[in-house]
């Protein structure tokens, strides 16, 4: 660690690095040596709050038609031909 104070997370749930907000990541690593408990920062009105990443996860975003989702894939509109080996 460099000669450096380690400094740790522990998760409430599953460990998932994106779960940890800008200002922490910043800190975690090193960046700044104040934590952003010990800082009276205010975010912007045009910030928005921080989410995990939710890939790989129930709550992954799942586009329409996509074989991930419990949806009926909708029928095609037969604006086009499908390729066939051999023709």
């Known amino acids: 660690s460099e000669g450096r104070t380690r400094r740790w997370v522990i998760y409430r ?3 998932e690095a994106s779960k940890i907000p800008p200002g922490w990541h910043g800190w975690i690593h090193h960046r700044v040596d104040t934590p952003p ?3 009276s920062y205010k975010a912007r009105e045009w910030q928005k709050p921080h989410r995990a990443n939710l890939t790989g996860t129930p ?3 799942r586009p329409q038609g996509s074989i991930l989702t419990n949806q009926h894939r909708p029928q095609v509109t037969g604006d086009y031909d499908a390729w066939t080996p051999g023709s």
């Open 37 to 39: 408990s010990g800082e």
């Open 59 to 61: 709550g992954a975003y």
């Open 13 to 15: 749930d599953y460990s």
